[in-house]
């Protein structure tokens, strides 16, 4: 009870003060519109291509979404000192780096659905298979979370943790499958793919959007649960080794 | 259990730096400890190891009988910590401010609210309960910062420089918060680079220079060693200059100091007749604007002992006085 208040009101603080201002709100909506019509204006294919670009955009919206939000939740916390407050709490450094992170992945997993809503209007999407789409959502948001966290506590200043953020997610925008296939990458650039998280978090969305994913959705999930739990338990030694001097 | 605090051969080093080498003492249940040293002594490294805010190098470490050496955070329960600078949230308001630090301890709503608000008004700060933390004067952080650090009625409590920075009317309405709260029971560690606010506050002070404690002892006891010293600071508006030396030809009992152009201070180890001295002085030409008895005082043995001069010690330390005189 009391670690779960403790959990709550973090989570709480940090959805009020970040995330449901109003710049973040409008960025939230804004980005998936522009991604859309980016795609859309490229392929020039009109309505049809909407289902296969909608993976790309629900996966870029939690990316940006999630990682982009670690910086201000963690890096500037930990620059302006306030972030030693939580370290002084009795709470296990475990639960309140889920706490710290539980507000991003919601925040991620809301940016996801404002593409699907915008396809609804446009297109019929009573062929995705929601059971498989929705953790697939869940589960990005995560990991994208947990790798947002991994970079912030790499870094000390807010910039940085931008910076390097980039590092990360423009390679994963072209690398991971979610516009352009993995089996039309040239040869050196595959095995890339099979490190980053999101290609396995792309695949699932392929499945549960038009049905062709290229692994079985267990092995998908397996992995993507893998990336999550390393990422995690890297950050958490990470503030342990530098935050913790 | 009587030992709150237990620090044996704590040692810490940031590169090239040694901040904190082999401390040991011991902070008794209700007790209010002083670290009193100047700047760069290494009072707020030995705070983030005792709070689990830094891992010492060397050493051991125990916070109510529990061993934190390993687990830095393992007692973080018990305590309470003020920082040396305000750490609190500027987008939240003072009360929002609270409920938050208190919810970090798993108070329930009603009860953090209840505290919030009488820890604002005993603060004298429900005025600003519902501005912004970002925009409250340096003064009101600090007094805030201290609420936040008490909201959850810790039993041991970390104060890092609560007045630094604060006028002098702040400063006193902070001493005397801390008194209440060591009144209250609570056992404080507090750090400080003043030695007036030690001596008023503390019952037992560490002298920490350069990374170490060079003396650890009751106020009354760290006195006793300059009590039997009488000190008289002679303030003259016209003074010859070699006057240092005539006093001493004459009056060859007495150690004389000179303090700039126009201060002259006499210590002896029995009463100083003050009479005969401003007459010397007067028939040689000097004129004597004023003649005082000078309690010893805690500043005394800390200049003994250290050889750092007290006014070493910070220039905030001056303006206080200059403003409480
Ligand atoms: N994170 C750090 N990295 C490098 N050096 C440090 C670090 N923290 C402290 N130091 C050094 O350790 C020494 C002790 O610093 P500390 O902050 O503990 O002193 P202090 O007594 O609190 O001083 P002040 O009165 O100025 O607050 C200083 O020389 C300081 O430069
Ligand atoms: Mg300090």
Redesign the pocket.
């Known amino acids: 009870m009391r670690l779960w208040i403790a959990f709550w009101n973090i989570l709480l603080k940090d959805m009020r003060t970040y995330y449901l201002k109003p710049p973040n709100i409008s960025w939230g909506l804004l980005f998936p519109v522009a991604w859309t019509a980016m795609f859309f204006i490229k392929s020039g294919k009109g309505l049809d291509s909407i289902l296969a670009l909608l993976p790309g955009v629900v996966a870029l919206s939690i990316l940006f979404g999630t990682t982009s939000m670690l910086a201000v939740t963690v890096t500037f916390e930990k620059k302006n000192r306030s972030f030693e407050r939580l370290l002084l709490a009795p709470i296990p450094l475990e639960l309140l780096m889920l706490a710290k992170t539980g507000g991003a992945v919601v925040f991620g997993v809301a940016n996801a659905f404002v593409p699907v809503l915008m396809a609804l209007f446009l297109a019929d999407l009573s062929q995705v298979n929601w059971i498989v789409f929705v953790p697939a959502v869940f589960m990005i948001a995560v990991a994208s979370t947990f790798l947002g966290l991994f970079i912030a506590v790499a870094v000390s200043e807010v910039f940085e943790a931008q910076t390097f953020s980039n590092f990360f997610r423009f390679p994963m925008i072209f690398l991971c499958g979610l516009f352009f296939p993995i089996e039309k990458l040239p040869v050196f650039l595959k095995p890339l793919s099979y490190i980053l998280p999101l290609t396995y978090g792309a695949d699932m969305l392929h499945g549960a959007v038009h049905g062709r994913q290229s692994m079985p959705f267990p092995l998908d999930t397996a992995l993507l649960g893998g990336f999550c739990v390393g990422l995690f338990a890297v950050s958490l030694w990470n503030i342990k080794r530098k935050w913790i001097? | 259990m009587n030992e709150v605090i237990a620090v044996e051969g704590l040692s810490k080093r940031?590169?090239q730096?040694q901040?904190v080498s082999g401390l040991s003492f011991t902070v008794h249940r209700g007790e209010l400890f002083g670290f009193l040293?100047p700047?760069?002594?290494?009072?707020?490294?030995t705070i983030n190891m005792l709070t689990g805010l830094a891992r010492p190098d060397m050493g051991t470490i125990r916070i109510g009988g529990i061993d934190c050496t390993q687990r830095p955070r393992a007692a973080q329960h018990l305590i309470g910590v003020v920082p040396?600078e305000s750490n609190l949230y500027p987008e939240l308001t003072g009360f929002e401010n609270l409920c938050f630090c208190a919810a970090l301890y798993g108070l329930g709503k009603a009860e953090r609210q209840e505290r919030a608000r009488r820890l604002l008004d005993q603060f004298g700060l429900a005025q600003a309960a519902n501005r912004k933390f970002g925009g409250y004067s340096k003064g009101m952080k600090r007094k805030l910062t201290i609420a936040a650090g008490i909201i959850h009625q810790p039993e041991i409590l970390f104060l890092d420089?609560p007045t630094t920075g604060i006028d002098v009317a702040g400063a006193r309405h902070i001493r005397q918060l801390i008194a209440d709260l060591h009144k209250a029971g609570t056992t404080i560690f507090l750090t400080t680079?003043y030695i007036e606010e030690a001596e008023r506050l503390c019952g037992r002070i560490a002298f920490i220079v350069s990374g170490r404690i060079v003396r650890t002892d009751t106020v009354e006891r760290l006195i006793q060693s300059v009590r039997d010293k009488h000190v008289v600071q002679i303030t003259c508006s016209k003074m010859p200059d070699d006057m240092g030396t005539r006093l001493s030809q004459f009056f060859p009992g007495l150690e004389l100091t000179s303090q700039g152009r126009e201060s002259i201070r006499v210590e002896a180890g029995e009463p100083i007749r003050v009479g005969p001295l401003v007459r010397f002085l007067e028939d040689q030409g000097a004129e004597v604007a004023e003649a005082r008895r000078m309690r010893p005082s805690l500043e005394d043995v800390f200049v003994q002992i250290t050889g750092i001069e007290a006014h070493a010690m910070g220039q905030e330390q001056e303006k206080e006085k200059a403003g409480a005189g």
């Open positions: 001097l | 940031f590169g730096v901040a040293g700047n760069g002594a290494g009072k707020t490294t040396d420089e680079h």
